[in-house]
């Protein structure tokens, strides 16, 4: 098993999860913020529906797989160059990208599924502040674990 191959596939997945986080986090979720409550919770509604295909799957459960796989390496040999920045990046990323989504957000975006529309006022506000809140967390968690699994990978170069 070639460990940089690994880790780098390890980049890949967090970068592209890390990115479309940073778009939530920079303009998206701010974005539905700005349309009438009912518009805005409807349409984070079916974000969260089609959010759920094979391709985001692959990439959010695999992600974390591969960091497993890296921090389990670099415990294996602290000795080498750039382990324990391998370890602290994948670790990092299943904390935050991964960790946080699973116990903070799909929570949240269960709650605002079982919303009625007639409710949008008082649940949308609500949801935004927290889902934002929680989603800015695993966003510099996600970029800190994207640079140092990259600063390890180029350090065992």
């Known amino acids: 098993m070639n460990m940089d191959l690994i880790v780098a596939a390890a980049i890949t997945g967090a970068g592209l999860v890390t990115g479309l986080l940073f778009a939530f986090s920079n303009f998206a979720l701010q974005s539905l913020a700005d ?83 007639g409710s949008a006022d008082e649940v949308w506000p609500a949801y935004q502040q927290k889902w934002q809140r929680w989603n800015h967390i695993r966003t510099a968690l996600g970029a800190a674990a994207v640079a140092s699994l990259s600063i390890g990978l180029g350090a065992a170069a």
């Open 35 to 117: 349309l009438p409550n009912d518009k805005g919770m409807f349409a984070m509604q079916r974000i969260n529906e089609r959010i759920i295909n094979p391709l985001f799957l692959l990439l959010f459960l695999g992600t974390p797989g591969l960091c497993a796989l890296v921090a389990v390496n670099a415990v294996l040999d602290l000795s080498d160059v750039g382990s324990v920045a391998r370890l602290i990046g994948a670790l990092a990323y299943i904390a935050g990208p991964f960790a946080i989504t699973v116990l903070f957000n799909v929570p949240l975006n269960n709650q605002l599924a079982e919303a009625e529309p």
